[in-house]
């Protein structure tokens, strides 16, 4: 059966042009998001990021002779509530094991993980795309298993050091199925997965600090045809480079084909200064990790009941909430724009709170605050404009006591003074004029000094606009723009609006 | 018992009293053994030996003493098998690649025994890693057995792997020992060397600190001159520890104090699976007189099966070495212990580092072990193990539904003469036929000096409980222990002074 013969148009619109025709890029991603936890997953050694070199070890990290491990119950648990946000099995029975390698950065010479028994099983996110799309996207595993060390490379001309602070901090692995199929889907997916961990608590989603790293497996097929050979692109650490990842590994296969030649199988790195992505090891040189059932430690179980409890303490999550935004008003697009950032939405939150009506306060952050905080590169946690301040301010905007023009001013006063933006408005009179004779007079005022631009207007009706802006100008962008344009229609005797 | 005038005769019990009683201090005590350490070098039975702390601790035991303030084991001088981590005492595991390893920690079984105010004389030599049955493959060279063939003064060895804890004890350098025992390497030499060697439930004692062998099996156990004295030392070893997640939270009886209730009315199990081919008729003579010296005093002796049995050593073999495998993984010469020099690449520092610093049947082991967990052996072999280990298991469980313990022969031969085994590991590793099931099932065993052999050398009894009762195996062991009444000893012949 062939599937591609009648795509959507939504699937058609994402496949890729190459010299031989049209080819659909299939992608399954292995997120590693790190637990939430201040203490290591089998140590109690502290997990605080940035702090000096192999400070925060214990013996057990270290892997000294005799030291066993002992499971964190926090991360476990931090595992299992990210389940239930994935709308994953949780399994009541689930075995860690090691993996065996050699590495310097791996002081036991195994990494204790989960491999046929993971904690979490089948689970999925719903992935909004920006054109309306939702892509359902399968989660097949989730499990727990320790990070590894850091080897320092750059340190000395001959020797390579070894921080183990990192080494035994928790992991949480989520596997996806392979249900993404272009670039912009991937980043979407991993944005969406990193807004799902962060309501949830489980995972800071980092990206530069490491918290979040993901593999991504990339094959071309035809449309239709059976899955093609994939490469693994390991240790993906930004949004953009996920990106950037896939186009550059789906073009690079595509021109192997179409050449005439086959994708060997192989694990790849993405180098983002060239934007190339290069052969790490093939199939044939993957090592043999000889996994077994780690006997330092017990099978992990417990009672449907502890489940249960840590589903009904689960917070909203970002479908619940971007439901609730739609139903308040929000536009689709809207609610899931605010919903895939946190602080984004608590800070809306705040400010329906603060009595905002809840679409012109969407409206305020997407149109207003969101640009001003980008230009500035400042994060909405750490944003000069209090969600009270900005409530004040949109409500202003609803009830007429200002313009939109004047809450622009009074946006950049409050941005760069702070201040109750009423009493700004009071002290500084930027209260939008309404009272007709004043813009009547205003106006005149104009028409007078501007004979020759009246003639043009009236030839030419549009060159109006004109005019309302020499208005606006001279109330100092007081006056209510409607009551301006009114007026001046009138009295240049040109035709209402409509 | 009378006072000897030799403190090294005293059992723990008799010292115990004896402290108590003044009789003698803590600090004489612990100065004959270390005396007779001194005069026993040839057995090679220490790799470090702790004479400045032994005495130091004596001294506070005095005090403790004097106070009224004694502990269980107030003053008495053990020795410590060298795979127990001792804080800031050099511990080697026997191997190379711990040669110059000084923990920072000390594993929990010795720092309970330290809390109970036991004395270390000295770390004692072992098979690398545990790895062994006769303590020929320490990298300290081998230990020598305190016995001889009556009439002969060819060396044999002690068993193993804690053939320097036997050897000590046997020879009377220390009142008792720790051992640890994975296939049989507390049962095993303490049969060969005339003393008790007691391997706990798995889960009885904690791991922690303890270099690791085969992290499923491996129990720690003591190894005393009488079933008393093991059953004192236990209570002090035992424990519940949160650090290590296989060590079971359950009360810790007072073995001592039941001892003497009799075994009237006990079932004992006699697992016909153990009387194998090729068998030394002694070694069945044995066993049947202690099925009379049970039967006499009460005991209902009821014949059962163990239908898995001959399976058990195979699987012992891959379950063991596919663990060790993993475990040894981080002696790599990176952190601690050996490294070779002159290396100028990874690969390169990992392969010398590792195979200067393992002796031959490590490496051979951890080989075995890396193969039968690789992709496309696992199933055949560590898989299928595992599936024996399960059924050996249940073999035990169904058996204990007729009895309450079992009567075994703790080995299939006595002590063997140095190197007369080495060349061929298969007859090596037949030496844990009757014991490696006990580890698999991770059962109590005790083995008890039960007679000697036509060439005058120890043999030894098993007794196989239930999971956690050591009580009844004990019990059980105590009652073989006075029937047997075993009185044979070494000649001494290895005093030099």
Same mark, same amino acid.
Request: aromatic fraction near 8%; hydrophobic fraction near 40%.
């Given at each position: ?22 080819? %659909? ?26 702090? %000096? ?8 990290? =270290? ?44 002081? =036991? ?29 399968? &989660? ?21 050091? !070894? ?21 912009? %889907? ?46 693994? !692109? ?21 021109? &192997? !084909? ?126 000069? !404009?209090?969600?009270?301040?900005? =409530? ?24 760069? %003074? ?22 009547? =007079? ?57 | ?37 001194? /005069?026993? @070098? ?11 702390? /032994?005495?130091? /601790? ?56 330290? $809390? ?18 006769? $303590? ?8 020598? $057995? ?54 706990? @439930? ?45 060590? *079971? ?37 044995? #066993?049947?007189?202690? *099925? ?62 590792? /195979? ?51 009567? @075994? ?21 037949? $030496?844990?036929?009757? @014991? ?57 012949? #290895?005093?030099?002074?």
């Amino acid at each position: 059966m062939s599937e591609g013969a009648n795509l959507s148009k939504a699937q058609a619109s994402k496949l890729i042009d190459g010299a031989t025709g049209k080819w %659909e890029v299939v992608i399954g991603m292995e997120v590693h998001a790190q637990v939430a936890s201040k203490a290591k997953l089998f140590s109690g050694a502290s997990t605080e990021f940035g702090a %000096e070199p192999n400070s925060q070890v214990s013996l057990v990290d =270290a892997a000294m002779p005799g030291m066993l491990p002992v499971i964190n119950r926090f991360c476990v648990e931090q595992a299992v509530r990210t389940g239930l946000g994935l709308k994953a099995k949780i399994n009541l029975h689930s075995v860690f094991d090691r993996k065996n390698y050699f590495y310097p950065d791996l002081p =036991a010479g195994y990494q204790i993980s989960q491999y046929k028994q993971p904690v979490v099983g089948e689970g999925e996110i719903l992935v909004d795309m920006p054109g309306g799309e939702t892509v359902k996207v399968g &989660i097949e595993r989730l499990h727990l298993e320790q990070d590894a060390g850091k080897s320092l490379h750059d340190q000395h001309p001959d020797y390579t050091y !070894i921080d183990l602070n990192r080494a035994g901090v928790a992991l949480m692995e989520i596997v996806s199925r392979p249900d993404l199929r272009s670039s912009d %889907e991937a980043a979407a997916y991993l944005r969406k997965l990193r807004a799902i961990v962060r309501y949830l608590g489980t995972c800071d989603g980092n990206m530069e600090e490491g918290s979040m790293r993901a593999d991504v497996n990339v094959s071309v097929r035809r449309p239709g045809q059976p899955l093609g050979t994939r490469c693994e !692109i390991k240790n993906v650490n930004s949004m953009r480079f996920v990106q950037q990842a896939v186009d550059c590994e789906a073009r690079r296969q595509i021109d &192997i !084909i179409e050449s005439g030649g086959t994708i060997k199988q192989e694990t790849r790195l993405f180098d983002s200064r060239i934007g190339e992505t290069r052969s790490m090891r093939s199939k044939e040189e993957a090592h043999d990790y000889r996994y077994f059932p780690d006997p330092d430690l017990l099978p992990l179980t417990f009672d449907q009941s502890w489940v249960d409890a840590l589903a009904r303490d689960l917070p909203e999550l970002p479908d619940e909430k971007k439901a609730r935004f739609i139903k308040a008003g929000l536009s689709v697009y809207d609610a899931s724009v605010l919903v895939a950032d946190k602080e984004a939405t608590e800070y809306f939150e705040a400010m329906i709170g603060a009595g905002a009506e809840p679409k012109a306060a969407a409206n305020w952050l997407n149109n207003e605050y969101f640009g001003r905080l980008n230009k500035a590169g400042i994060p909405i946690s750490a944003g000069p !404009i209090s969600p009270e301040a900005a =409530a004040a301010i949109v409500q202003m905007v609803t009830s007429k006591v200002i313009s939109s023009r004047g809450a622009k001013d009074l946006a950049d006063i409050v941005w760069s %003074e702070g201040g109750d933006p009423r009493t700004i408005v009071e002290s500084r009179g930027l209260k939008q004029v309404s009272d007709e004779s004043a813009i009547d =007079a205003a106006v005149a005022a104009i028409i007078a000094a501007n004979p020759e631009k009246c003639e043009e207007v009236k030839a030419k009706p549009k060159a109006a606009a004109w005019f309302v802006g020499q208005v606006m100008k001279a109330t100092g962008g007081k006056a209510n723009p409607q009551t301006v344009n009114a007026i001046l229609r009138r009295r240049l005797g040109l035709p209402e609006e409509g | 018992m009378a006072l000897s005038s030799d403190p090294t005769q005293f059992t723990i019990a008799d010292a115990r009293d004896a402290l108590t009683a003044k009789q003698i201090s803590a600090t004489e005590l612990a100065n004959a053994h270390l005396g007779a350490m001194t /005069a026993a @070098t040839s057995l090679n039975a220490f790799i470090t030996e702790t004479p400045d702390r /032994a005495l130091s /601790a004596a001294e506070s035991a005095d005090v403790r003493i004097a106070a009224g303030g004694a502990r269980p084991l107030e003053g008495i001088p053990l020795a410590i098998k060298d795979l127990f981590c001792t804080k800031g005492v050099r511990t080697t595991a026997a191997s190379r690649i711990l040669d110059n390893f000084f923990p920072t920690y000390e594993s929990t079984v010795t720092q309970n025994l330290w $809390n109970a105010g036991a004395i270390m004389l000295g770390k004692t030599n072992l098979d690398e890693f545990a790895m062994g049955s006769s $303590n020929e493959t320490s990298y300290f060279g081998p230990v020598i $057995n305190p016995w001889r063939v009556r009439g002969r003064n060819d060396d044999l060895v002690p068993g193993g792997s804690s053939g320097g804890s036997a050897a000590a004890v046997a020879a009377h350098l220390a009142l008792g020992a720790t051992g640890t025992d994975t296939g049989g390497s507390i049962r095993q030499p303490a049969a060969v060397t005339g003393i008790v060697g007691l391997k706990p @439930t798995y889960g009885r004692c904690s791991r922690w600190g303890i270099v690791a062998f085969a992290s499923s099996l491996d129990q720690a156990g003591p190894m005393t001159r009488t079933v008393k004295d093991a059953a004192i030392m236990l209570r002090a070893m035992a424990s519940h520890d949160p650090k290590d997640s296989t060590s *079971v939270d359950m009360p810790v009886p007072d073995y001592e104090s039941t001892l003497n209730l009799g075994i009237k009315g006990l079932k004992v199990g006699i697992p016909k699976e153990y009387r194998i081919e090729a068998m030394p008729q002694e070694i069945d003579v044995l #066993w049947e007189r202690g *099925v009379g010296w049970l039967r006499s005093q009460g005991a209902e002796i009821v014949d059962v099966s163990l239908p898995h049995t001959k399976y058990a050593l195979p699987a012992y073999y891959i379950v063991a070495p596919a663990e060790a495998s993993s475990n040894l993984a981080r002696y790599d010469g990176v952190r601690y212990g050996h490294r070779a020099s002159g290396v100028s690449d990874l690969i390169g520092l990992y392969e010398r580092s590792r /195979a200067e610093g393992f002796g031959r049947e490590v490496r051979r082991r951890i080989m075995i072990g890396t193969y039968v967990l690789s992709a496309g052996y696992y199933d055949a072999y560590y898989l299928r193990a595992q599936k024996v280990r399960t059924l050996i298991a249940r073999d035990f469980t169904q058996a204990f539904q007729k009895c309450d313990v079992l009567l @075994t022969p703790a080995t299939p031969c006595a002590a063997f003469g140095i190197g007369s085994k080495t060349a061929d590991p298969v007859s090596m590793y037949l $030496n844990d036929v009757f @014991t490696v099931t006990v580890n698999l099932a991770g059962l109590p065993g005790i083995s008890v000096p039960a007679g000697v052999s036509q060439d005058g050398l120890p043999l030894g009894l098993q007794i196989i409980g239930k999971a956690f009762d050591e009580e009844t195996v004990l019990r059980t062991g105590h009652a073989i222990e006075m029937a047997a009444a075993f009185k044979a000893a070494p000649q001494f012949w #290895w005093r030099t002074s």
